[in-house]
């Protein structure tokens, strides 16, 4: 088969590729690495004929810099919060819609709907639920001209209206507001491949069970789980890189300030510094923090690995 | 008649036992349909929440008991929002390099598919292996250097910019080569003998056998350029160039005027909408093609 | 499969690192010092670009006068461009500049051009300004290339010294419209309450009380700006803020702590609001109709217009608004800031498209028509003294009132506080201080918490932050 006829050719249907990776993939590698070790490498600065050291200053510098620290710090919270959460809920739901028939295409699609949304777009929507019309973040002298939505559900219950997400609101209330947000958009995904995954597990297996009649529970932590096992592996890896890249649900609910009136740039998350440093040159740095976020992204995808190996149960 | 007396005795246990485990079953299954119940409707409250907040007047939303409801429907806000945030213009911006940008990518994934998945050259597992490599890492590590080459070619500011730099997807080119490659090498080697030219094999036997995937791979990516942000925010954040959801965002945080709720969740619902009918007609191809991906868009 | 890519990855970072050791080095270097050619303009056809932020209607006045300055020189082909706002403008320049893109002239804050200097592609004034070499124009006519004394004179001197607060004694800029803050008070309900415009703080607090017992659901007073407020208070208190030598971040004293504090006391009492902590410009909230409303705002002269309420149904508006110098730390010692663009010259490999950029920058800046008609569209100040004489702009001020002719009010006010004007030292960061003051009173006005520890944290944080620059 392998004729110099057939070469040619192959080469010429990948050329497009090849060439399209080449300028917008490979060279990006290798100069976002080179920048990243240039000390102080600023793109306006260059122009200016500057000249930069190489060495690691560049590491040194982001991760000694407060605002960076702040993201990173969120970017994680976000993480080991709605990662466990969403996965765990969307098992629940996963299980809870495989043992029924009735409405069960129905409700598989309501679950899946989110997932054709716009982070951005329904993301206001969150941020209109949750926001306070009025003034807010005095001492007593609040007016609140109408509480929100989920501050009105929360008051039938007899809780007082929370401050969400405006002016003078708690970290903790934004990044609960994340959260539900965040778990929100990442259950589809995860319900739709759990669902998948309990659906091709063996009927004999609970069969099996059955005869025994071995309480659900353990079924559910004896059978369901292990069997699902590189299916939940699959969703937790790819949520924690999805999670390490948290962007835009947050300028969805926050705005690009990413952050509540009053504390602009406090929800900010490593890719949103990666985005601040662009417009100002500071590629060095940019760089290094880009860096950085892969070098974090890649350890959590090798230890998942090989959490994953141990005890995924093929 | 003791022994008798026994096995009715156990019978009735039996008897029992299985009402007994009948009704936790039925108990069991409306605990499951009400778990069930409860998050659609959370699911869907956030949905139900915006139609029913953009048919409201801004008096009637701003009111300190929020109706579930509008009491009067208020259509006009759709108007509104069509003409505040422009989206006639960002829905024509938007379908215009959805439609290329798929286009294209279409025709460059076909082709490198098909080139890993039936022709011989060498080097070929290597170049494959160096693909799926990069797809580990994250674009956002793309993103500061593209950001430096489309200024030095000019690009700022274009449909240029929106269209080239995200062509290629690995990915794409993996998922329709497993697909190619399950297609029998022997329709290859019999059209090979018929003297057929490899695009006509390519356009007649392979694309048609490959449509499905072909299909999810089109409506992802316009997906893609519909709920694309990040970098059209970065390079091409003009008026006459933005994308449907820039300019949602910004329309309604550049504005002097406080925010006019209704008519936002209006836009909001115009913006959705079309993702939404998508979904419905074509929910085979989105979700087989996502449950592969792990990627939105 | 994966040993494959664990293989192609070590491969990739050991041929990166080659890379990165071989890629060093800068590219070459220019000089700021702009020579003027000998001749001056020597009348060859060049096309100057021009970036800016105007509206339509601003264009409407300069396309009038790129017509009348093209009589003069009609080989100098002027290509305008509306960039966005006054940000867009500088992001766009910054990454023009960085591959040598950038337009000959443009709008500028003096923030950005010590931006633009990084790249040391600014085009220094002084030897232009200077040259005493005859141009010819194609009327016949000619003029010296540089400022004549009686130019010079004619500017405002405050605005002219703009140009060269960049610490190094050179000139930058030349200031092309000015503006600065004015207090907008809902003048029907001051008269109605018998209440005075509050030309002190201690005043205005206690305005804002008396307003507070009128009218207990308004907030009384809107500030649009939280940096402004921040810079002006400094200078006001004569209190540091930013040092063009040295250190350059002295904004963390006891006197500043102490302003922010009381302002801080003034938020939680419901008393003042921002536009960040508000979400929109606080105009909305002055023209409002709903309970809640403000009854002053402090915010641009220039955005006269939106301070003015919308006309209701029976053709007149629901209340007349006063302009007025906003309060003072010592009245008898006024400061406001000077704000509103100046003009800034690019470096381009033809010296004489910078010369004939220059000449274009000078007409726009000297011209007396010019300025009046563009201050009387805009809203701005023109720079000019001699602006004040001319008759249709003394007729517009002339005109001024709380109404139809409100942008005409906001001029008088501020031609009549034009000894006030302050401006703050530009340098590489100047901007970031502006940033993280403005965050810094937005952050102290609405966490909660102990003031001592809040605003003790804020300042900190707000000097990292500008120390560490972004």
């Known amino acids: ?44 600065a260059i122009i200016g004929g500057a000249e ?15 605002s960076f620290k702040n993201s990173l710090y969120n970017t994680m919270l976000l993480c080991v919060l709605t990662v466990p959460i969403s996965t765990l809920l969307a098992l629940l739901i996963a299980v809870a819609l495989n043992s029924i028939k009735w409405l069960q295409k129905g409700l598989q699609t309501i679950f899946f709907l989110p997932y054709v949304t716009n982070s951005i777009a329904i993301g206001m929507v969150f941020a209109a639920m949750f926001n306070i019309v009025g003034n807010m973040g005095t001492d007593g002298n609040d007016i609140i001209i109408t509480a929100g939505i989920i501050n009105n559900i929360l008051g039938v219950f007899g809780i007082e209206p929370i401050n969400w997400i405006n002016a003078g609101s708690a970290y903790w209330a934004n990044i609960t507001v994340m959260v539900v947000y965040i778990v929100w958009n990442a259950l589809p995904f995860k319900i739709l491949v759990l669902l998948g995954g309990l659906q091709s597990i063996n009927k004999q297996y609970y069969e099996a069970a ?105 | 008649m003791a022994k008798n007396e026994n096995t009715v005795m156990h019978e009735r246990n039996i008897q029992s036992i299985s009402t007994k485990q009948n009704y936790a079953k039925t108990f069991v299954k409306i605990g499951v349909y009400a778990f069930l119940m409860l998050m659609a409707l959370i699911v869907l409250f956030p949905f139900y929440w915006m139609i029913s907040s953009s048919l409201k007047s801004l008096s009637e939303y701003k009111l300190n008991v929020p109706t579930l409801w509008p009491k009067t429907i208020v259509l006009r806000n759709y108007a509104e929002a069509f003409t505040t945030a422009n989206l006639g213009r960002l829905f024509a911006n938007t379908a215009y390099v959805g439609i290329v940008s798929t286009l294209l990518s279409l025709v460059i994934t076909v082709l490198s598919a098909f080139a890993f998945a039936r022709l011989e050259f060498k080097g070929k597992n290597a170049m494959f292996a160096a693909l799926l490599a990069t797809m580990m890492i994250p674009g956002e590590l793309f993103t500061i250097t593209n950001y430096a080459t489309i200024n030095e070619f000019g690009w700022m500011n274009t449909f240029k910019v929106l269209i080239f730099p995200f062509l290629v997807s690995v990915f794409y080119i993996y998922l329709l080569r497993q697909n190619f490659m399950q297609i029998p090498n022997e329709l290859y080697l019999a059209a090979k003998v018929d003297g057929c030219p490899d695009l006509k094999y390519l356009w007649k036997v392979m694309i048609p056998l490959a449509l499905p995937t072909l299909i999810s791979i089109t409506i992802l990516k316009m997906m893609g350029a519909w709920n694309s942000y990040v970098w059209p925010n970065l390079v091409a954040n003009k008026k006459e160039l933005q994308m449907i959801t820039n300019g949602l965002r910004n329309s309604f945080t550049d504005a002097a005027g406080s925010v006019n709720y209704p008519v936002q969740m209006a836009a909001v619902a115009i913006v959705s909408a079309p993702l939404f009918l998508v979904f419905v007609f074509l929910r085979k191809y989105i979700m087989s093609g996502v449950s592969r991906s792990g990627i939105k868009g | 499969m ?40 020597d009348g060859s056809e060049v096309t100057i670009y021009f970036d800016h932020t105007m509206g339509a209607n601003l264009q409407e006045v300069l396309n009038l006068h790129i017509a009348e300055f093209n009589k003069l020189y009609p080989n100098i082909h002027i290509v305008h461009e509306q960039v966005g706002n006054y940000d867009d403008v500088r992001d766009n320049i910054a990454v023009e500049l960085t591959v040598g893109n950038q337009p000959n002239l443009a709008y500028c804050y003096p923030d950005h051009v010590a931006l633009y200097n990084i790249s040391k592609q600014v085009v220094t004034l002084d030897s232009l300004i200077d040259s005493d070499i005859v141009v010819t124009r194609a009327d016949g006519t000619t003029e010296i290339l540089g400022l004549t004394q009686e130019q010079k004179d004619d500017f405002i001197a405050g605005y002219y010294n703009e140009g060269k607060q960049f610490g190094d004694g050179l000139m930058y800029t030349l200031p092309m419209s000015k503006s600065t803050e004015v207090l907008y008070y809902n003048k029907t309900f001051f008269d109605a309450n018998g209440l005075t415009v509050p030309t002190t703080w201690d005043e205005l607090e206690a305005l804002c009380q008396k307003i507070k017992t009128i009218d207990p659901n308004s907030i009384p007073l809107g500030y649009d700006s939280e940096a402004n407020w921040f810079i002006t208070m400094c200078e006001q208190k004569n209190s540091p803020y930013t040092s063009a030598t040295g250190e350059h971040f002295v904004f963390d004293n006891e006197t500043n702590r102490e302003f922010v504090a009381e302002f801080r006391e003034w938020y939680k009492s419901g008393y003042i609001t921002t536009q960040e902590i508000l979400g929109s410009y606080t105009s909305e909230l002055f023209k409002s109709t709903d309970t809640t409303r403000s009854y002053m705002s402090i915010g641009s002269s220039a955005g006269a217009t939106h301070q003015r309420p919308t006309k209701g149904e029976d053709g007149k508006y629901p209340f007349e608004v006063g302009i007025a110098t906003i309060p003072q730390a010592d009245a008898s010692n006024p400061k406001v800031i000077s704000q509103g663009p100046s003009l800034c010259l690019f470096q381009s490999e033809n010296p004489q498209e910078t010369v004939a950029a220059w000449l274009f920058m000078k007409y726009l800046t000297t011209n007396v028509e010019f300025q009046a008609e563009f201050g009387m569209a805009s809203g701005y100040v023109p720079v000019l003294k001699s602006v004040a004489e001319n008759e249709a702009y003394a007729a517009f001020i002339a005109n001024a009132d709380g109404g139809d002719y409100i942008a005409a009010l906001s001029a008088k006010r501020c031609l009549e506080q034009e000894s006030a004007y302050y401006t703050s030292p530009a340098f590489v960061g100047s901007s970031d201080a502006r940033d993280a003051v403005g965050l810094l009173l937005q952050t102290c006005l609405v966490e909660n918490g102990d003031t001592d520890a809040v605003l003790d944290k804020a300042f900190k944080e707000a000097l990292t932050s500008c120390r560490e620059g972004s």
């Open chain 1, 1 to 44: 088969m392998v004729d110099s006829k057939h070469q040619w050719k192959a080469w010429l249907y990948l050329s497009p590729a090849i060439v399209l990776l080449l300028v917008f993939t490979v060279w990006p590698i290798i100069n976002t690495v080179r920048m990243a070790f240039m000390d102080g490498y600023n793109g306006l």
């Open chain 1, 52 to 66: 930069f050291e190489f060495g690691i200053a560049n590491f040194q510098r982001v991760l000694g810099l407060s």
């Open chain 1, 210 to 314: 059955k005869v025994d009649s071995t309480p659900r529970w353990r079924v559910f932590t004896r059978i369901t789980v292990p069997l699902l096992s590189p299916m939940i592996a699959y969703v937790v890896i790819t949520g924690f890189i999805g999670g390490f890249k948290e962007y835009s649900s947050i300028v969805g609910i926050f705005g690009e300030d990413m952050g509540p009136a009053g504390a602009p740039g406090r929800l900010n998350t490593i890719v949103g510094y990666i985005y601040d440093a662009l417009p100002k040159m500071n590629y060095g740095v940019a760089s290094a923090a880009a860096l950085i976020l892969f070098g974090i992204i890649f350890v959590v995808t090798m230890i998942n690995m090989q959490v994953s190996k141990k005890r995924v149960h093929y």
């Open chain 3, 2 to 41: 994966r040993k494959r890519i664990v293989a192609f990855l070590l491969v990739m970072t050991m041929l990166l690192s080659f890379g990165a050791l071989a890629g060093c080095g800068g590219k070459k270097a220019t000089t700021a010092n702009f020579e003027v050619p000998e001749v001056g303009y």
